[in-house]
């Protein structure tokens, strides 16, 4: 692993960004190259920080589910992150644009767990029978790093490119709607920007949580009961806009909207 001074490093300069709203210089530089736990030592650090600020966690986010992006950045596995309780914004409020740096949003799919997933090797029917619903969401990504130039390990130490997230109030239970052929639509007041289905995520999103669930028992932290798990995103990210209305319907799901303010 790299260097732990430089670790401590490179968390210190994404909280400073972060803290600050200004964002930084990659970190991948200060780690050795291809050091995937180093990075992960860096998100954690940060995420240890946040806990003690008093946000609660609340589940995990997947990203690099697209095997386009996944090809773009030259790796071959998906990456996580740590979802917080003060990233939730309620579905059509109003979010101050400038809550998330160089924000970005894309829609996805999140499930809510009903059982732990503690088993090293959780089989495709393990995932299904430990999930209690899903419901349209919006992730609401953003970079601490300037002008969103990032690889694996920079994306990995900045929690996974993680902001804000607004998850829609339908519960739909996984049988009740086709996760791989569900087609997926992101609306800026009306017009599409963004197309995609279950598919592109993995081939199927059960695929992606099922990855997590593998990826969480190995480092020691287990999903749990009650954890959110943003699935990964089924379609294109599209750069916010200020004053702009950003509406996600999943067919089978339901829909979900973002407003952002026009500061």
Not at 11 to 28: E, F, G, M, T
Not at 106 to 118: H, W
Not at 125 to 141: L, M, R
Request: proline share 5%.
């Amino acid at each position: 692993m790299s260097d732990k001074k430089k670790i401590k490093e490179a968390a210190d300069l994404l909280q400073d960004a972060y803290d600050h709203a200004k964002p930084c210089q990659p970190i991948r530089t200060m780690l050795d190259e291809g050091d995937i736990d180093g990075a992960y030592a860096i998100q954690e650090i940060n995420t240890n920080r946040r806990l003690e600020r008093g946000a609660r966690m609340v589940g995990r986010k997947i990203g690099l589910t697209s095997k386009l992006v996944q090809k773009q950045l030259g790796v071959d596995r998906p990456d996580f992150g740590i979802l917080f309780d003060d990233m939730a914004v309620p579905d059509g409020e109003e979010v101050p644009v400038s809550a998330a740096l160089q924000p970005r949003v894309e829609g996805e799919i999140t499930y809510v767990l009903e059982n732990d997933l503690t088993m090293e090797r959780p089989t495709t029917t393990d995932i299904i029978n430990s999930i209690a619903y899903a419901s349209p969401s919006i992730e609401i990504v953003g970079s601490r790093i300037g002008k969103w130039d990032i690889n694996i390990q920079d994306t990995i130490a900045d929690n996974a490119s993680a902001a804000l997230m607004v998850i829609g109030n339908e519960r739909v239970s996984i049988d009740q709607f086709d996760g791989r052929m569900c087609g997926m639509v992101l609306e800026n007041r009306g017009e599409p920007v963004s197309v995609g289905a279950g598919v592109a995520c993995l081939g199927h999103p059960i695929n992606a949580v099922r990855w997590l669930a593998e990826e969480m028992v190995r480092r020691g932290l287990p999903l749990s009961a009650g954890d959110m798990v943003m699935s990964g995103a089924l379609g294109p990210m599209v750069a916010v806009e200020p004053g702009q209305v950003y509406e996600v319907r999943i067919s089978g799901l339901g829909s979900v909207r973002a407003a952002f303010s026009g500061e």
